[in-house]
């Protein structure tokens, strides 16, 4: 596991990365991360659960709200919980973004801190009543937490989470589901680059209750026949091709080919796992290459001016390099690896009536998020080979390896902010529903949210009819990419 600190540090150097890249000092970026002023309502940024816990700072005092927890680990809700109202008290003036309660007007919304110093105001609640039918109240705000030791630490506030069942009550046998056992089991669910706790009905016909029922580091999930061991998936950094939503990449071949010929990482020594972790990055580098490529077709397709053009492609570029360093060190660490036929590539594009929220969704997703988190993990990554035991050429050579791929996810996020502020301004009636109703990954939320907030607050008039309002400052949608 990455120390806190680490990523701490990880993230505020990829946030002075991403500001840079955009123009913005820090500075500015704390003066307009505020939504109350800068995101007219019923703006709220959303934030979504995730398996890390990123305050930075002490949360405020706790109550344990305790599962019934069996010896065999399995672990289910007998009853509802009741979360306070308490406001955080690490959103106050010293914060940025929103300071009290009272700033957030939509219904159902509280000032809460994200990361180490961000507030949004975004949706709570108090008891499973305030959510969706197929939702609970979760008193956490880090639901790993609840998965690893059977209890939730109360941080104010709850927030509302997918759930299959709300109580062991909702999972009692009967005439129709003669096979379920009457526990409202809490499992985990494979979310892509994380995974995050759910609540469902377990079965008799269940092959695990927890993971202490799986071996070769599988988790117990819900898959097609009720709870089974599986393998999480491979998270897709930085910006991966989706096709129906899925990530692609292309099936890899044992040969070293053009690919990986064009670099060499002659301290690197034959490695199992780093080869194969290797692999799976520069498949996924690989992929990003098709992503920026039909990126640059819709936006040629919307009538995108030629910098947002010739940024996508100078980052497409990057992908390329990307791509064949990652298959060199694969084949340095004794994986040599090539990619095979591509057919996803070639995917069916969205319709002309779609295209530019359709394409926002997709910048959001893979550029605004994965490049940000990617950013993160890849500097992490270097942190952790530098502070190794072992040292020398090889720790080196890895160390500026995974930098410098980060400094260059970093750049393609503040791409990716640009390429959002430019369709917020050409597109504002489709465009800006998409970014005011999106989800924040927590994991990134210090960083994306003021910036989402301070673009959609400039285009919200636009996407009501009328013109967007010009102030005279430099707004980050006009702000060059490179400083």
């Known amino acids: 596991m990455i120390p806190s600190s680490r990523r701490a540090a990880s993230v505020r150097l990829v946030q002075s990365w991403i500001l840079s890249a955009l123009g913005v000092s820090a500075c500015h970026a704390a003066e307009t991360a505020t939504p109350t002023t800068k995101a007219p309502e019923p703006f709220a940024v959303r934030i979504a659960p995730t398996a890390t816990n990123v305050h930075g700072t002490e949360p405020p005092p706790r109550k344990k709200v305790l599962l019934a927890l069996e010896a065999d680990g399995r672990r289910h809700r007998p009853e509802g919980e009741s979360?306070?109202?308490?406001?955080?008290?690490?959103?106050?003036?010293?914060?940025?973004?929103?300071?009290?309660?009272?700033?957030?007007?939509?219904?159902?919304?509280?000032?809460?801190?994200f990361g180490e110093s961000y507030c949004a105001c975004t949706s709570t609640c108090a008891a499973?009543?305030?959510?969706?039918?197929?939702?609970?109240?979760?008193?956490?705000?880090?639901?790993?937490?609840?998965?690893?030791?059977?209890?939730?630490?109360?941080?104010?506030?709850?927030?509302?989470?997918?759930?299959?069942?709300?109580?062991?009550?909702?999972?009692?046998?009967?005439?129709?589901?003669?096979?379920?056992?009457?526990?409202?089991?809490?499992?985990?669910?494979?979310?892509?680059?994380?995974?995050?706790?759910?609540?469902?009905?377990?079965?008799?016909?269940?092959?695990?209750?927890?993971?202490?029922?799986?071996?070769?580091?599988?988790?117990?999930?819900?898959?097609?026949?009720?709870?089974?061991?599986?393998?999480?998936?491979?998270?897709?950094?930085?910006?991966?091709?989706?096709?129906?939503?899925?990530?692609?990449?292309?099936?890899?071949?044992?040969?070293?080919?053009?690919?990986?010929?064009?670099?060499?990482?002659?301290?690197?020594?034959?490695?199992?796992?780093l080869g194969a972790a290797a692999g799976r990055a520069a498949a996924e580098e690989h992929a990003s290459i098709g992503a920026f490529a039909r990126t640059i077709v819709e936006l040629i397709a919307l009538g995108a001016p030629p910098e947002?053009?010739?940024?996508?492609?100078?980052?497409?570029?990057?992908?390329?390099?990307?791509?064949?360093?990652?298959?060199?060190?694969?084949?340095?660490?004794?994986?040599?690896?090539?990619?095979?036929l591509f057919p996803a590539a070639t995917a069916p594009f969205s319709s002309p009536d779609t295209l530019a929220a359709d394409l926002a969704r997709s910048v959001l997703r893979g550029g605004c998020f994965g490049e940000t988190e990617a950013a993160i993990r890849l500097l992490e990554r270097a942190f952790a080979v530098k502070s190794a035991p072992s040292s020398g050429a090889a720790t080196e050579e890895l160390t500026a390896f995974y930098t410098d791929l980060s400094r260059d996810e970093a750049r393609h996020a503040a791409l990716a902010f640009r390429t959002i502020g430019w369709l917020l301004k050409a597109f504002p009636r489709e465009v800006a529903p998409v970014v005011a109703g999106v989800t924040v990954p927590t994991a990134v939320a210090s960083i994306v949210a003021p910036i989402l907030a301070d673009l959609l607050g400039d285009s919200v008039g636009a996407a009501e009819g009328a013109p967007v309002a010009e102030t005279g400052k430099e707004k980050i949608a006009d702000a060059p990419l490179r400083a």
């Open 83 to 113: 979360c306070s109202d308490s406001p955080d008290p690490r959103c106050g003036p010293q914060a940025t973004g929103c300071h009290s309660d009272a700033e957030c007007t939509a219904p159902g919304t509280a000032c809460r801190a």
């Open 128 to 273: 499973d009543s305030d959510c969706g039918a197929n939702q609970i109240c979760n008193c956490s705000t880090d639901e790993r937490a609840a998965f690893h030791y059977g209890s939730v630490d109360q941080e104010g506030r709850g927030a509302c989470m997918n759930a299959g069942c709300h109580t062991d009550a909702d999972c009692a046998p009967g005439p129709a589901n003669p096979h379920l056992t009457g526990e409202c089991l809490l499992v985990v669910r494979d979310v892509g680059c994380s995974t995050a706790a759910t609540f469902v009905c377990g079965s008799d016909k269940d092959s695990c209750k927890s993971d202490r029922d799986c071996t070769g580091g599988m988790k117990c999930m819900p898959g097609a026949n009720g709870l089974e061991c599986d393998e999480e998936s491979q998270c897709m950094e930085g910006r991966p091709l989706y096709v129906d939503d899925v990530p692609q990449t292309a099936d890899l071949r044992s040969i070293s080919g053009g690919w990986s010929r064009r670099y060499t990482f002659s301290s690197v020594s034959p490695d199992d796992d």
């Open 308 to 340: 947002l053009l010739r940024e996508t492609q100078e980052a497409l570029a990057d992908e390329i390099r990307h791509a064949e360093l990652a298959f060199a060190l694969a084949r340095a660490a004794g994986s040599p690896r090539e990619p095979g």
